[in-house]
């Protein structure tokens, strides 16, 4: 049996904050993004240059016309996932709306899903450990983010506010779970 790493990645810029922390991050949704035409629709309707997502759980952040942050990670020709501002998913789901007579898309709000932020010290090695990925890759572009599956959390590795930053994605239960683990590690659930 051939071992196949789970790789993941981390910011080379930024700055790594001293003290474990780990919040709840209630003001961002995720929402799944698939359909046959999802990459012609991203970069034609919505302007998004896809060209550096080139392998899955590669993903860009920016901001929507009215200043709203996302991150889109890439899984395939026909799927992503945003983690998008909260007030921002009505206006993509009226957006998507209108064009879904004329590309075969489908926007799923993923309300079943919930985020939590870890940073600190230890965040990346605690990530890495605590869901069997293999370090390796480095991000050298501030708006490039990374975003790994492990069992039933997705993982990702973003830039924020010029902090390095972990987020987990999972149903709240998981969630739940895994803070209570984190916390045991020493990361303060603000």
């Known amino acids: 049996m051939t071992f196949a790493p789970t790789m993941f990645a981390k910011h080379r810029q930024g700055i790594t904050p001293a003290i474990n922390s780990m919040a709840a991050t209630h003001n961002l949704t995720v929402l799944d993004f698939s359909g046959f035409e999802a990459t012609p629709f991203l970069s034609q309707q919505m302007g998004l240059n896809l060209n550096k997502l080139m392998a899955p759980g590669l993903g860009i952040q920016g ?17 992503y996932r ?6 921002a998913v009505a206006i993509l789901k009226q ?16 309300d079943d899903l919930a985020i939590t932020t870890l940073s600190g010290q230890q965040a990346f090695d605690t990530i890495v ?21 492990s069992g039933e959390v997705f993982v ?23 803070q209570t683990t984190l916390q045991a590690q020493g990361f303060n659930l603000n």
């Open 82 to 87: 945003f983690v998008v501002d909260s007030g």
């Open 63 to 79: 901001k929507l016309d009215d200043g709203q942050l996302y991150s889109v990670y890439y899984f395939s020709e026909t799927a």
């Open 156 to 178: 990702t590795s973003v830039l924020e506010q010029g902090e390095q930053r972990y987020q987990l994605i999972a149903q709240l239960p998981t969630l739940n779970k895994w």
């Open 129 to 149: 450990s605590s869901f069997e990925l293999t370090p390796g890759l480095r991000l050298s572009d501030e708006l490039v983010c990374y975003g790994r599956q």
């Open 95 to 110: 957006f998507v709306a209108k064009h879904v007579d004329d590309y075969d898309i489908e926007l799923v709000v993923r």
